[in-house]
């Protein structure tokens, strides 16, 4: 018996012409994803991915598990191949069925006959294999409107399909599709929620971070490298550009107003990475914040610092509670690890009575009294590359 | 010439864990939750091993949590899910053939008040699903089974055990005592329906002193060790950065051969029995189906005295478990094996270092052994 994985395609079946470019950096996609768990032949027809395990020992279940994180899928099922042939469908159904058939109460056939040269209609092979199924199976009862198990018959081109599972999708568009953006990531528990979340409308994602030893510790820089992995799931690769940060933050310790420090500072991290973005192709800025969530994010706050930008910046999270980001962040399970105590360069000296409303006009004034360029221009020179790939 | 066929009870630490274990004790000897790079070193030591065992099992980093062995994992497993849910549900099923770790822990639990039942294979010696699943009710909290017998190898019908369970009733957590079948059998938490698997170390060539417990994430469980919160919490102590290197230096070396050794071994046993078939007065207590690992026989004569024959020989082999220390465990009778053959039992346990000389030099002993001793 042949089993298969069926790939359902979410939003992009409304694409037009550009549908088939979505269709191949999906498929690239998924082919990069199951990479290292064997050989697969992967095809598309119909709005429909079909996974064929070319090898003996592949582990289904880690399949459905890594494509259901793939961007760009509405549903996803385990199907048994069946020949289009109503007693070869019957046949593998009860084979294939057999566990969760004779586990259930209720139960329904669902077909679909997108080969309508097929010689049975689908209400007929619905009838059909309904009634065989309660037969052989005592346990049943039928239950068209609420059943525990509903068993579905595509009859396709080429085979007939039979699956009982349907696994939802991560939806969104595959990722690469949007193009590339920064995403400033800080190890607290937005940032991974606000990359995830434009990583589903397709956009690839290239990561930032700041670093302030000794202010802030190897295992907090460590913590931000596992949530790159962990994005990865979800993201794909991540180019991920470490910048030392020291020197400024100390620098706008010793020369700025305490009340503006973390204003100023968000400023110049906005500077280094539009700059790193200018050379890596990032069309956008990507940041978690979330308006009135912390003093630096009121909309006076928000407004001082993209007066600094020249690329879009997208906040994904803007209109969120941060409960809602926790629920998101606890799906993509990056919760934990953003949570572990370490201090970020954004925690390093924090003002005590941040200004909450600031004027533009001041912070350029406060901003202006030291010259911050050769400092942003030597972390850019000297910020650090590294590269995540998929966690195996 | 020196045999050790016991590697039920323990097993001869490979170089590789020796090698982990004395990095970590004479450079690697940080603290882990100390701040500074000698603690994050420490930590990374850990955090490797924690991956690799993961791995070996299909889970996820954060389900694995070192304890002190198995018997603490099985400890922890049992009176941590009745801490945690104890409450509401008050009802233990494990089998009638479990390890003491297991099977002492549920009597102290039931001194608690907890209820427990043990469920035995039947005469034909084999356990059946159907007979977990009748003993299971809303009460039930957990249910525990070994994989792997360690007096006789049987291999119990654990995943298709707990995918009936799940399936009847998804809030009953499964635990598995894994110490026997782990990298001697393919163990994936998926496809066992584990909520829970417990580890040891030093069954697998690493060193004594260290084992773990997989907890799903979603289960709760209420420590018994608290302190310093290490291991989340679940397990505080500071953790032993050389014998957790160590375990993980030997999965790491044996969990890419789980298949082409258990081949191996199969063949040592046939090899084993085949010897053993030439000899009169000899019954096979493993039945075909077992673990090659184990392999559990009787020979006529009380076990003690032909392990004292053996050991004079330097043969080392063991009656029954080697916990037990010479106690009847009660473990043969669920198997049926009783009166004389149960006195007479002896348990061989190789690795697929084990050699067909060494065979023959115990089939040689223990044929001498059967002459010479008087009842």
Partial sequence: MKEIVLVKYGEMVLKGLNKKSFEDMLTKNIKRRLKSLGHFKITSAQSTTYITPLDEDIDLDEVTSRVGKIFGIASLCRACVCEKDFSDITAKSLEYLNDVLSGAKTFKVNAKRSDKAFHMKSPEICAELGGILLEKFPNLTVDVKNPEVTVTVEIRDTNAYVHAENIKGAGGLPVGSSGKAMLLLSGGIDSPVAGYMMAKRGVHISAIHYVSPPYTSDRALMKVEQLCEKLTDYCGGIAFFCVPFTEIQEAIKDNCPEEYFTVIMRRIMMEIAQRICEKEKCLALITGESVGQVASQTMSAIACTDAVCRIPVFRPLVGMDKTEIIDIARKIDTFETSVLPYEDCCTVFTPRHPKVKPLLADVEKAQNNFDFEPLIQKAVENTELKTFNYTE | ?375
Avoid: W
Avoid at chain 2, 20 to 31: I, P, Q, R, S, Y
Avoid at chain 2, 122 to 128: A, E, I, L, S
Avoid at chain 2, 328 to 345: C, H, M, P, R, Y
């Fill in chain 2, 1 to 375: 010439m020196s045999v050790y066929l016991d590697n039920a009870a323990t097993t001869k630490p490979c170089p590789e864990a020796v090698e982990a274990l004395m990095k970590a004790v004479t450079e690697n000897f940080g603290n882990p939750s100390s701040l500074h790079r000698a603690g994050l070193n420490a930590q990374l030591a850990v955090d490797r091993a924690r991956k690799i065992i993961a791995g070996s099992i299909g889970a996820d980093v954060g389900e694995i949590y070192f304890t002190s062995g198995a018997t603490e994992s099985n400890n922890l497993a049992l009176r941590g899910t009745m801490g945690a849910y104890g409450k509401r549900k008050n009802k233990i099923i494990i089998s009638a053939v479990e390890h003491a770790s297991i099977e002492e822990t549920v009597t102290a639990l039931e001194k608690q008040g907890f209820e427990a039942v043990r469920i035995s294979p039947r005469t034909d010696g084999k356990f059946y699903v159907e007979d977990f699943i009748n003993a299971c009710d809303e009460k039930t909290c957990i249910v525990s089974i070994m994989l792997v017998n360690n007096e006789t190898g049987h291999i119990l019908p654990v995943k298709d055990i707990f995918m009936a369970v799940k399936k009847r009733f998804p809030e009953i957590i499964t635990h598995c005592d894994c110490v026997q079948g782990y990298m001697k059998i393919p163990v994936r938490v998926k496809s066992l329906n584990a909520d829970m698997i417990s580890l040891s170390g030093h069954k697998i060539h690493a060193i004594k002193g260290v084992g773990a417990l997989y907890i799903r994430k979603g289960v709760r469980v209420v420590p018994i060790v608290t302190g310093g919160y290490q291991e989340k919490g679940i397990r505080s102590g500071t953790e032993s950065v050389p014998l957790i290197s160590a375990f993980g230096s030997a999965v790491e070396k044996y969990s890419s051969t789980i298949n082409e050794r258990y081949e191996k071994v199969t063949g040592l046993k046939k090899y084993l029995l085949e010897k053993l078939s030439k000899i009169d007065g000899i019954s096979i207590n493993s039945p075909e189906n077992a673990s090659p690992y184990v392999v559990n026989i009787s020979a006529g004569k009380r076990s003690e005295i032909m392990l004292h024959f053996m050991e004079q020989r330097e043969i080392y082999i063991s009656s029954g478990s080697a916990c037990s220390k010479g106690q009847k465990s009660g473990v043969l009778e669920q198997f049926g094996i009783t009166g004389k053959n149960a006195d007479s039992a002896l348990r061989i346990s190789m690795t697929a270092d084990t050699t067909t000389e060494e065979l023959d030099f115990f089939v040689e002993t223990l044929r001498e052994g059967m002459e010479k001793i008087r009842n």
